[in-house]
């Protein structure tokens, strides 16, 4: 298991650290320290009655227990804004320069400092005369470490590990880049006090609300947003495309109403099919039915189909063949069952095929060969079905003439007896005629 790495404190004084819920101990080994007896640190505990200090010598270690009020704060747990770390960091550069004791001496790091409700600075371990170290003061390295300190509290980005060693050759902030470069505990103070008012101005341009109104606020403005949203994206839907649509579907009407089917298309083209509301299928599949290359008399004949009441996938047919779809308008003269405009969309789709040149040679041949294959089925088929319906009126015609030719028979019948009687009376008065003249 990987040995855990050691504080600025515990390298510093050559110590261990215990932390055990509110209580935190300093361990040093006897042999270690200069220390004869407790007695000579005995009066250690009264120096901040706040904080109840236990002073054991045990087992060749001295351990000094500190047993710190649940409302202090540890040096790297402040949870406070901008400008009261600022507040913090001054407080504690005035503590530092408020120590006159010349047989106690200060470490300044974040293991060694807890902080009170009013966030003043509280020293935990001092360094005592031929007792404790540090032995002896030292003014720079003393002031060295409380930069580090009010940076570290300034802003806590970087550990003050970071702060004490690698100040020089790392990226700071400008405040702490303006505190690690000072050389005196008066320009230091002068940064604070400066970054002080900087932060206050700052602060006074925005307003303070309570946590809980805050929340309330958020919370509120969460459920409006979420309310607006359907609506700001259902306006910006209508904008863009709703609108512009609608137009070009009115223009479309006022165009076809005039005749101008080649307008009618055009307004058009840019929506699917089912965008568009069924009238305008209809007269944008007769626009199209118009300019599509035709006789006249198969124009009237197809419009003579198309009507308001037609199923409205005749439209989508013939307005899948003006757009160059002949695949998709093939597909559904397959569904419509509707021989002649199935072959119309295979002869449309053998030109498309013909005129594609994504597909190689090999493939539009071989589709080319498939779709003639089927014109030829339907024309066979198409040919064997008017040879049937000729057939059909040739025999109805024939039945309808063989009733009359039976009657004219059966006139002729009833007529054949009379004509007889005639002939037989105009015989016998031609008869009498000649006995006349012989009498005379």
């Keep these: ?132 170290p540090p032995y002896e003061k030292d003014g720079d390295t003393l002031f060295k470490e409380t930069k580090a300190m009010a940076a570290f509290i300034s802003d806590p980005k970087l550990s003050f590990d970071d702060y004490i060693k690698f100040s020089e050759t790392i990226k700071l902030s400008e405040v702490t880049r303006a505190i690690m470069e000072t050389a005196t505990f008066e320009e230091l103070e002068d940064v604070l006090n400066k970054s002080i008012l900087d932060a206050k101005e700052v602060a006074a341009s925005y307003m303070s609300i309570s946590k809980k109104k805050w929340k309330t606020n958020r919370y509120i403005l969460l459920g409006v947003s979420i309310l607006l949203v359907p609506a700001i994206i259902y306006s910006i839907y209508s904008f863009f495309f709703i609108n512009p649509k609608q137009e070009s579907i009115v223009s479309a009407q006022e165009n076809f109403l005039l005749n101008k089917y080649s307008d009618v298309v055009t307004e058009l083209e840019p929506y699917e099919i089912d965008d568009i509301p069924k009238v305008a299928q209809y007269q944008l599949a007769l626009s199209y039915i118009v300019n599509e290359s035709l006789s006249e008399d198969q124009k009237e004949n197809v419009r003579n189909t198309i009507s308001l009441q037609s199923d409205p996938m005749y439209y989508e047919y013939w307005i899948n063949i003006g757009r160059g779809k002949a695949k998709e308008a093939l597909d559904t003269a397959r569904f419509l069952e509707d021989r002649d405009l199935i072959l119309f969309g295979l002869l449309k789709y053998r030109e498309q095929v013909k005129s594609d040149s994504e597909l190689d040679s090999e493939e539009r041949q071989q589709k080319l060969n498939d779709i003639e294959s089927e014109i030829n089925e339907y024309e066979e088929e198409m040919k064997k079905l008017e040879e049937e319906k000729a057939a059909e009126e040739e025999q109805a015609k024939e039945a309808e003439a063989a009733p009359q030719e039976e009657q004219d028979a059966g006139q002729q019948e009833k007529e054949a007896p009379k004509a007889d009687d005639q002939k037989k009376e105009d015989q016998k008065k031609d008869q009498q005629k000649k006995d006349d003249k012989k009498t005379d």
């Design 1 to 132: 298991m990987a040995e855990t790495k050691r504080t600025y404190l515990e390298e510093k004084l050559d110590i261990v650290v215990n932390r055990t819920d509110d209580v935190i101990t300093f361990v040093f080994q006897n042999e270690k320290i200069k220390l004869d007896h407790v007695r000579e640190i005995m009066f250690l505990k009264d120096l901040d009655p706040t904080i109840q200090k236990e002073i054991r010598m045990e087992n060749d270690e001295l351990s000094i227990s500190h047993t710190i009020p649940a409302s202090y704060i540890a040096s790297d747990k402040l949870n406070i804004g901008e400008k009261e770390r600022l507040i913090t960091a001054l407080q504690l550069v005035h503590r530092v320069q408020q120590h006159r004791l010349s047989r106690i001496h200060l470490v300044v790091s974040p293991g060694n400092i807890v902080f009170d409700q009013g966030l003043s600075p509280h020293f935990l371990h001092y360094g005592v005369k031929e007792s404790l």
